[in-house]
């Protein structure tokens, strides 16, 4: 299947429904049409990292932008918005926005500090009033000051909670944020995970929940606790909601280990995956952190048992969560070191 699509300058109104069978589609080149929307299914392309809808007529944001939690790249510049939506900062990997010439007057609320990897945003060509144009045309940095100076503080104290497996116990906290708090249960799986969550912890100032099972919930390759397990994930996902509305819940697959739960971890992790999209939840995959080009596993990062990871390996995990939730302290420079681990 096609990875790379290129529609651009194809004088087409609306976008071939095909294309959101494309699940394995990671760029898609929309620009210089008269497309004014895209299909509902379009929210099936999970794994789109470039999405360039430039020169259209939309008049607003496409409502399923907000589902597609992998996109990097957004260009949706010379349009007729009105508004950005507050789905947008639910795109947690964004790291370049082009909204410039269309008719946006304001942003969404807390859009600088939500959108934390956004490096490059263009908006000129806006009547922007809140922030104003000349705010935004300073960068990501200005737009944060004056959030917060004009919305108050509160938003600045937001948490990170991560609770599951043992494996946390080991992140190193000098090198976590100050608002990350970590839970270590005795029995890391998610049946324990939902328990604690909904019957002990108090998430009320929690604004992100990670949750991280182990391979207690692949159940020896039994797939009939693998199916619970991933039953138990959705009722947690949903109880959560229930009890607390204003809380972004994100599942952090199982690290792949090299022993017999090998397997069982690769089908755990898909059924996980699968829960997370009908839940509309983030999901982040580990297996690319912790894998070589040849189909093995980076034994770097294991201890000699090659289940177990050691310091490296440890910090390869956080730095896997923190390219979707920012939890490290200078998480730029600890890409850098995640980037020569891999080399090694």
């Known amino acids: 299947m096609a990875k790379v699509i290129n529609l651009s300058g194809r004088a087409l109104l609306s976008l071939p429904v095909d294309i959101c069978e494309q699940k394995s589609l990671r760029s898609l080149d929309c620009k210089h049409n008269h497309i004014s929307s895209l299909p509902n299914k379009f929210r099936q392309l999970v794994n789109l990292r470039i999405l360039l809808l430039g020169s259209n007529n939309f ?66 060509g806006n009547p922007l009033e809140d922030p104003p144009l000349e705010v935004c045309n300073n960068g990501m940095r200005a737009i944060r000051q004056y959030e917060k100076t004009t919305q108050g503080v509160e938003f600045l104290k937001e948490s990170v909670a991560i609770i599951g497996d043992c494996v946390i116990n080991n992140f190193n906290k000098g090198t976590l944020l100050g608002n990350v708090r970590t839970t270590v249960l005795k029995r890391g799986n998610i049946k324990s995970i939902r328990k604690h969550v909904t019957k002990h912890a108090d998430l009320q ?40 509305n204003h809380l972004t819940i994100i599942v952090s697959a199982v690290v792949p280990r090299n022993d017999y739960y090998f397997n069982d971890c690769r089908v755990m992790n898909d059924l996980f995956r699968q829960v997370c999209k009908e839940e509309s939840c983030g999901f982040v995959d580990h297996e690319g952190a912790f894998m070589r080009k040849t189909g093995t ?28 939730v920012p939890i490290l302290k200078n998480h730029d420079q600890n890409r850098v070191k995640s980037a020569k681990l891999t080399s090694s």
Not at 298 to 306: M, N, V
């Open 59 to 124: 008049s607003e944001m496409p409502s399923t932008i907000g589902k597609l939690t992998n996109l990097a790249v957004l260009d949706v510049s010379y349009n007729r918005l009105t508004t950005i939506p507050d789905s947008i900062c639910e795109l947690v990997q964004l790291e370049y926005l082009d909204a410039s010439y269309n008719k946006i007057t304001s942003l969404p609320r807390q859009f600088g500090w939500k959108l934390r990897h956004l490096k490059k945003l263009f908006l000129y």
């Open 205 to 244: 100032g929690v604004q992100t929940l990670i949750i991280h099972g182990g391979t207690q919930d692949c159940g020896e390759g039994k797939m009939s606790v693998i199916k619970e397990s991933a039953s138990e994930l959705r009722e947690t996902i949903r109880d959560l909601r229930n009890k607390y």
């Open 297 to 324: 596993l980076d034994s770097h990062l294991y201890t000699r048992d090659g289940v177990h990871l050691n310091s490296r390996g440890t910090l390869r995990l956080a730095t896997s969560l923190n390219k979707v």
